[in-house]
């Protein structure tokens, strides 16, 4: 059996385990952000669903419309435009709507945040079509009663379903 590792990535254990603590912080158990050491300098759209995407890293809009989009990889959400601005691979998350960040589809107090099947979006309704995807990502928080502000928790489950 051989063993297979990404460039840039270390490549013992020791070494990963010194890579997770330099790479990923937490503050008060609230969220965990992900600041790659190595990774493509892509734009990015804050507060977007991302995956991180093999063989060499780098963040791919999510989208729930076939598994070949993040089903069974890493997500986060772009903290900013860059990728030194950090991912959220966990945590609470605020949208500002009205400075032109993309709503959580049909928002709604407690729902489920499943990978939308457009790319980057998040929806509280399920895909349902054949070939797409069923992800849990998060739970909607609350919304603003102005409409300009959402609220969510972002925690992903590892687990996926492809509907048939």
């Known amino acids: 059996m051989s063993s297979h590792f990404t460039p840039g990535f270390p490549a013992t254990e020791q070494a ?4 997770i603590r330099d790479v990923i912080k937490e503050t008060n158990d609230r969220y965990k952000i992900y600041y790659p050491r190595v990774m493509k300098a892509l734009p990015l759209t804050k507060n977007s669903l991302y995956y991180l995407s093999p063989p060499s890293p780098y ?8 598994n070949a989009f993040g ?8 903290c900013g435009a860059r990728v030194s601005d950090g991912m959220l691979i966990r945590g609470r998350v605020k949208l500002h709507l009205h400075s032109g960040e993309l ?17 980057g979006r998040m929806d509280t309704v399920a895909p349902t079509g054949s070939g797409e995807i069923v992800r849990v990502v998060g739970h909607c928080l609350t919304e603003t009663s102005s409409g300009t ?3 969510f928790y972002f925690n992903p489950e590892p687990g996926w379903l492809e509907l048939v």
Request: glycine share 2%; charged share 10%.
């Open 59 to 66: 963040w791919v809009f999510a989208k729930a419309s076939t």
């Open 103 to 119: 709503p959580i589809l049909n928002f709604e107090q407690g729902k489920v945040i499943y990978m939308s099947t457009t790319s």
């Open 71 to 78: 089903s069974d990889r890493l997500l986060a959400i772009a």
């Open 149 to 151: 502000h959402q609220y």
């Open 16 to 19: 990963l385990a010194s890579f």
